[in-house]
C-alpha cells in the first residue's frame, strides 16, 4: 500500500520560514519524481516545485529564491524548505509521486501565513 504523508505545515507570520516534510512508504522512492502542489481555496492545484529522481529541480516562478525542494532517499522523503512566506502562500500544501503511469498523492497539509 502506498503513503505519502506529509507533515510540517502551520500558522507562521508573514516572512517566517517553515519546512515541510513528505514520508513516502509502499515505492521505490528512489525512481520517482517528487513534487509539491498547493491549493488555495477557491483556485486550481498548481505546481510548486518538482525534484527528479537525481537532483533536476523545477519551481513555480512564485517560489523561486524563497523554497527549496529537497529529498533523501535513504529515507524516503522528500522536503520543502519555505523562507521569506507570503500570505499569498497560504494554501493546503500536497506531496505528489510520479514514476512512468503511476502517480501517488498525500493527504495535504495545510499553511497559513498571516499576522
Known amino acids: 500500500q502506498v503513503q505519502l504523508v506529509e507533515s510540517g505545515g502551520g500558522l507562521v507570520q508573514p516572512g517566517g520560514s517553515l519546512r515541510l516534510s513528505c514520508a513516502a512508504s509502499?515505492?521505490?522512492?528512489?525512481?520517482?519524481?517528487m513534487g509539491w502542489y498547493r491549493q488555495a481555496p477557491g483556485k486550481q492545484r498548481e505546481l510548486v516545485a518538482r525534484?527528479?529522481?537525481?537532483?533536476?529541480?523545477n519551481y513555480a516562478d512564485s517560489v523561486k529564491g524563497r523554497f527549496t525542494i529537497s529529498r533523501d532517499n535513504a529515507k524516503n522523503t522528500v522536503y520543502l524548505q519555505m523562507n521569506s512566506l507570503k500570505p499569498e502562500d497560504t494554501a493546503v500544501y500536497y506531496c505528489?509521486?510520479?514514476?512512468?503511469?503511476?502517480?501517488?498523492w498525500g493527504q495535504g497539509t495545510q499553511v497559513t501565513v498571516s499576522s
Open positions: 505528489n509521486a510520479e514514476w512512468s503511469t503511476r502517480t501517488y
Open positions: 525534484i527528479r529522481s537525481g537532483v533536476t529541480t
Open positions: 509502499g515505492i521505490r522512492f528512489s525512481l520517482y519524481a
